[in-house]
């Protein structure tokens, strides 16, 4: 177990951490390897930085693991993909769940291996009622697919007589998100040196610090991991209001 560096207040730790786990085959390429062994690398950094966040007090991670526009990928790559998720989630579940992990999946899942989406929904199950941390991978997530399906299920239910129209308020759409009613992220990073958010918790992350870093993200490791903690906690949160009222 790795305990809280002293240069972090433990005061100020984000609740929620959003990753954009990038530049896996960019990391691979450098090499002289297939871009595949960055995605191996990948998950691995992944593992770690969980354990990381749950040794340091983090309550809930979210990492972007395959977007609705990576698909567009080569086959190849993309069947690697999904079968390694299924590999981890089978390698993986049982240490999470007696490390109190509870797993969750968000995107759109119907559009998965069948084998995997059962894997996922076991998962899930089993781990719903863990709380240590609350580990959720977005996986073919794409935020514009995720608030178009709520628009389209809320005007359903107008349709259907069962709800009144001027009632759609910020928490009801919130309710139909992937993300239920789960808090929204205190802190996005990015690694690998893009600055943009590829369609991630567009909704969700109004408020949330960005965060980002050039490492490519099999190198992100607990150190880069501190310095991303380091430069939160010197940001000041306003949402919007005068500084000296929020700290009156
Ligand atoms: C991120 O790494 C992982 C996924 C999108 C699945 P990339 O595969 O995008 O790596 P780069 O950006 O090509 O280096
Ligand atoms: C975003 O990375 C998606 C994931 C990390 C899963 P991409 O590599 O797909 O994003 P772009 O294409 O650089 O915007
Ligand atoms: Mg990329």
Redesign the pocket.
Known sequence: MTSLPADLNPQKIPHHIAVI???????ATSRGLP?IA??RQ?ASTLKKLLRCCKDWGIKALTAY???TE?WQRPIEEVDF?MHLFERLLRRELAQMHQEGVRISFIGDLSGLPPSLQTEMEHSMKQTLNNQAIHFTIAVNYGSRHEITKACRQLAQLVQQGKLDAATINESLVEKYLHTGETPAPDLLIRT?GEMRLSNFLLWQMAYTEMYFTDI??PDFDTEAFHQALLSYQKRDRRFGQVKTFLSA
């Open positions: 786990m990038d530049g896996n085959g960019r990391w871009r960055g995605h990948g693991a395959f977007s990576n993909l690998s490519l993200w």
